[in-house]
């Protein structure tokens, strides 16, 4: 059974700073894996995809890698601002499109 | 806009009733998802569609019933709720099947007294 893990589970950092948020699975046959953002009581927002094949997507100020051999992904923020406060879940996309979530890193940036 | 939309968006039930939640698509996602998020448990996987009267369990599908007669609803029923179903529900559905992702839809939080 795939298992995801995030660590660490809440990170608190000055505005400014550059963080890195960790994700480790336990089956390395994944199809993607995905991270997303969760602003309290709100849905999940879709941040990047890195499919199986590739090792690392960016958007803006986040790039996401992906390493399926040692099955971990790091999502990097650079240059975090108070609007980056959030909780950012990784997700593995494995057969039918299902995911398996980890339970997250709640993020505050600190202005 | 995921063009997933949920309703209600909050509701109170009592133990025992029959409560549906509904589920609207408007991408012609194939592939359709309920998930519950919960303290503890992050979300998990109730039920799956990959097309229109397809459906399969997910991780947690007991006391859960879902239809997809058309492909734009996927309706989640809660047979006879119980307390432990209180929780968020996440509808998401991803554009193909493909390499895109899941898109999620604003939730319905869901509380049984």
């Known amino acids: 059974k795939q298992e995801v893990t995030q660590i660490p589970a809440a990170l608190s950092v000055p505005e400014g700073e550059n963080l890195v948020l960790n994700c480790s699975f336990t089956d390395s046959a994944i199809y993607n894996l995905q991270w997303f953002r969760q602003d309290p009581g709100k849905g999940l927002t879709s941040l990047l995809l890195?499919?199986?094949?590739?090792r690392e997507q960016t958007s803006g100020r986040l790039n996401a890698s992906l390493d399926k051999s040692s099955g971990r992904s790091t999502l990097y923020i650079a240059a975090s601002q108070p609007g980056d406060s959030a909780t950012y879940l990784c997700?593995?996309?494995?057969?039918?499109?299902?995911?398996?979530f980890g339970q997250g890193t709640r993020l505050t940036i600190n202005p | 806009d995921a063009g997933i939309t949920q309703s209600p968006r909050y509701k109170i039930t009592e133990t025992g009733r029959q409560v549906t939640l509904m589920c609207h698509q408007t991408w012609s996602h194939s592939y359709m998802f309920w998930y519950r998020q919960d303290l503890g448990h992050g979300l998990r996987l109730i039920y799956y569609?990959?097309?229109?009267?397809?459906?399969d369990k997910g991780e947690v599908p007991d006391g859960y019933v879902v239809s997809r007669s058309k492909t734009e609803n996927f309706p989640l029923t809660l047979e006879s709720a119980t307390r432990s179903q209180t929780s968020v529900y996440f509808c998401?559905?991803?554009?193909?099947?493909?390499?895109?992702?899941?898109?999620f839809g604003p939730g319905t939080r869901l509380t049984v007294t």
């Open positions: 997700a593995v996309i494995q057969g039918a499109q299902k995911l398996v």
């Open positions: 890195i499919q199986s094949s590739q």
């Open positions: 569609s990959a097309a229109a009267d397809i459906t």
């Open positions: 998401a559905g991803n554009p193909s099947g493909g390499p895109e992702g899941q898109y």
